[in-house]
């Protein structure tokens, strides 16, 4: 049925067009829709998406294309239509209130607001009915209308409680700066090892996203001899190349795997997953040769260029996950068709290969029914003699897979991702030797720098058909910083972006960064943009890119700024490692020199003990000697151990009883000689070879009329697993 359009018909967001023949009454977010709210008294729904998101493409066919439902939205309230691609930092602040109010996030994000903007609820997908015991999305209007007419006191003061929350968390409460020693990078490699799956890669269980930033934290360990970081690396980037995440014809990777196993995926393919993964799989394969490594890097690239750059160079958002309004239907094969295309003896070949069957592994996710159709994927890597005969096949394969209706195109080009294109097409192109990829960052570079631009000269957000909207946030200047440096280009343009991100994304006599700056809208909190998600912090990229820029030019206001930044976050990095790995690599950037973990003639020292020998399925006990010296103590409560050999070896710590102080006090603590008992006891599987145990050493030492802030030291011990 034809429909006249909404609001949205006349904006450039692909997603607000997908909804501009909705029946629902849409806005764009802005002072209208909010002065309407106020003017005519009713409360604001807020929907905020992407157009590559399956669930919103769910809950627009369930609900907003749905005329009963529509009209009770139009009635009753305001509608606001976000694309989150295009204004992250709105995404931001009712992404908060989602995580406070349910615990969880995702999209699509439904929230509902007082006319001043500020939330008093808020939630994701919601079924159109109400389904077991979760409310449907009428039920929700309905009850939620009546309580902002009926009950408005108790909803405004729901609204400042959430509002007082969501800005105490978005501006994280300033905390003593504690300085980092390079150490301190022990405490994000155990906890990585802790969270991942030792038997399929990756982190936890399902679902799986690409953990685009622990990979490169372990190879940056690898790179320094860390054989436990080298084997997490290996076993999570090979299974991602082997599973169905990977799109074995076209090259690159979906967003996500709704399994353990890296399988069944959700198939929309983000730029911004594949600008990451490009790099990683360069890097693995410079260290390791593993030709599995050097061909998905080169298809991540190939990909790039043959289906997401655009015309003036740049690069594409992302494509859909569905098609002829069924998800995977344009990635699925059935084994006649593949018989059809290829023979019968090519397919007897490529199908055992790809794992395909007449009766498929690709289940319907809102029956659960098979469907018959298989998504190819891998058993283990091919032989040399399988690739040659195995890669005309899927050319011919891709070719065929052509002419199917295509997914949808997100055709924006937003300033971030495309500069972590840039970063990942420089350094894939240096390392594959494959000067295509470093011509492709050049011409990306230079959209970015010549063409992305608001009126003013200004760089922009987003860019589509000639124009550009909103000014780029904190993550847009931080990516091209550090792009810049990937691509090797001229001092005074790496100066010339960071000095921007000092003046406009700095706050006044405070370390750190913000996730918005001048010239941005005001919203109800201002936020910083701290934790790593599906692509960096912000503000940890703008100190790994002023870190980086300061070993370049010597110039320290660039090194002081990121030491204070990353000693302001220090608190969080220390007690929730993971989801901070951009900030470990800033620590890891700004080099030895960024804080001695202890100064000569310390109080404390540690007496590791000798190499450590065990056998597979065994156990062992190993001292650890603490000395405190004359005139000095250890709190009861101020001494930590932790240590570390890898998730294979397991390794506890025995801390001896305090014992009463010789200061008179009365009190217990710890001096003299303390000696720990190391526990450890290998898995029967366990990696054979030598690796390092590390030992991190905490304590907080007394004397001499005062008591020292906590302090850190780091050893490593030899240890071979037989």
């Known amino acids: 049925?034809?429909?006249?359009?909404?609001?949205l018909v006349n904006e450039t967001s692909p997603y607000l067009a997908q909804h501009a023949h909705n029946p629902v009454?849409?806005?764009?977010?802005?002072?209208e829709a909010f002065e309407k709210a106020r003017r005519e008294d009713k409360p604001v729904f807020l929907s905020i998406g992407y157009s590559a998101c399956h669930w919103c493409h769910v809950m627009e066919r369930e609900?907003?294309?749905?005329?009963s439902l529509a009209a009770l939205l139009n009635e009753r309230f305001v509608s606001i239509k976000v694309d989150r691609e295009e204004r992250p930092d709105v995404d931001d602040?009712?992404?908060t209130t989602v995580q406070i109010m349910t615990g969880q996030g995702g999209w699509p994000l439904s929230a509902f607001l007082l006319p001043d903007r500020r939330p008093f609820f808020a939630g994701t997908y919601f079924p159109p009915e109400d389904r077991h015991s979760r409310p449907g999305f009428r039920t929700l209007l309905l009850r939620l209308s009546d309580a902002f007419r009926q009950r408005r006191a108790d909803v405004e003061?729901?609204?400042t409680s959430i509002s007082e929350e969501v800005s105490r968390s978005l501006e994280m409460a300033a905390r003593p700066a504690e300085p980092l020693g390079q150490a301190d990078g022990a405490l994000l490699t155990a906890a990585l090892a802790r969270l991942a799956d030792p038997v399929n890669g990756g982190m936890g269980s399902s679902p799986k996203f690409p953990p685009h930033l622990a990979i490169a934290w372990w190879l940056s360990r690898a790179g320094e001899g860390d054989t436990e970081c080298r084997a997490l690396a290996e076993k999570t980037l090979t299974a991602m190349a082997l599973g169905g995440i990977h799109d074995h014809l076209a090259g690159g990777f979906h967003r996500y795997s709704t399994d353990a196993h890296w399988l069944l995926p959700h198939f929309e393919k983000m730029l911004t997953d594949n600008a990451q993964l490009l790099p990683l799989y360069a890097r693995a394969f410079a260290l390791t040769r593993d030709p599995l490594h050097g061909r998905t890097a080169r298809g991540i690239g190939d990909y790039l260029l043959r289906e997401m750059q655009t015309p003036e160079g740049a690069f594409f958002a992302a494509t859909d996950a569905d098609s002829e309004g069924e998800e995977g239907k344009y990635f699925v094969w059935e084994a006649k068709e593949i018989e059809d295309v290829l023979g019968p003896a090519d397919a007897a070949f490529f199908s055992p290969l790809y794992q395909v069957d007449p009766r498929g592994n690709f289940h319907d996710e809102s029956t659960g029914r098979a469907t018959g159709k298989s998504i190819l994927h891998l058993g283990r890597a091919l032989?040399?003699?399988e690739e040659r005969r195995a890669a005309p096949l899927r050319a011919k394969l891709l070719a065929h897979r052509s002419q199917r209706v295509a997914p949808g195109l997100d055709d924006k080009r937003i300033t971030g991702w495309n500069a972590l294109a840039v970063s990942g097409l420089a350094i894939a192109g240096r390392v594959l030797e494959e000067p295509r990829y470093t011509e492709a960052a050049r011409a990306a570079l230079r959209f970015l720098l010549e063409t992305a631009r608001t009126p003013e000269g200004r760089m922009a957000r987003t860019w589509k058909n000639g124009e550009s909207r909103g000014l780029a946030f904190l993550e847009d200047e931080a990516y091209l910083l550090n792009a810049l440096l990937d691509l090797g280009e001229p001092e005074a343009v790496c100066r010339r972006v960071a000095d921007g991100i000092l003046l406009r994304f700095t706050r006044p006599g405070r370390p750190g960064f913000t996730f918005a700056g001048e010239g941005h809208e005001s919203l109800l909190a201002t936020g910083r943009d701290l934790f790593d998600k599906a692509i960096p912090s912000g503000s940890g990229s703008a100190a790994l890119g002023l870190a980086r820029l300061w070993a370049r030019t010597g110039e320290t206001r660039y090194r002081d700024a990121a030491r204070a930044a990353v000693d302001d976050v220090a608190f969080f990095m220390r007690r929730s490692p993971h989801g901070l790995e951009s900030w470990y690599l800033a620590l890891e950037a700004l080099g030895e020199e960024r804080a001695p973990v202890r100064e000569p003639g310390a109080p404390v020292t540690i007496e590791p003990c000798a190499a450590i020998a065990i056998g597979r399925g065994a156990s062992t006990t190993a001292p650890l000697g603490i000395r405190v010296a004359p005139g000095f103590h250890l709190r009861e409560d101020g001494l930590r151990v932790e240590a570390w050999a890898g998730s294979d070896v397991e390794v506890t710590v025995t801390l001896p009883a305090p014992v009463p102080l010789e200061d008179g006090?009365?009190?217990?603590g710890h001096h003299g000689r303390i000696e720990v008992a190391l526990g450890l006891r290998a898995q029967p599987q366990a990696l054979r070879g030598e690796r390092?145990?590390?030992?991190?050493v905490r304590f907080s030492v007394c004397g001499q009329g005062a008591c020292r802030p906590e302090a850190g030291i780091s050893v490593t011990v030899p240890l071979r697993v037989s």
Do not use: H
């Open 1 to 7: 049925m034809s429909r006249a359009p909404n609001r």
């Open 25 to 31: 009454d849409w806005y764009p977010w802005g002072d």
């Open 63 to 67: 609900s907003f294309e749905n005329e």
């Open 93 to 95: 602040v009712y992404m």
């Open 157 to 159: 003061e729901t609204a």
């Open 383 to 385: 032989t040399e003699e």
């Open 665 to 668: 006090s009365g009190e217990s």
């Open 692 to 696: 390092p145990l590390t030992v991190l």
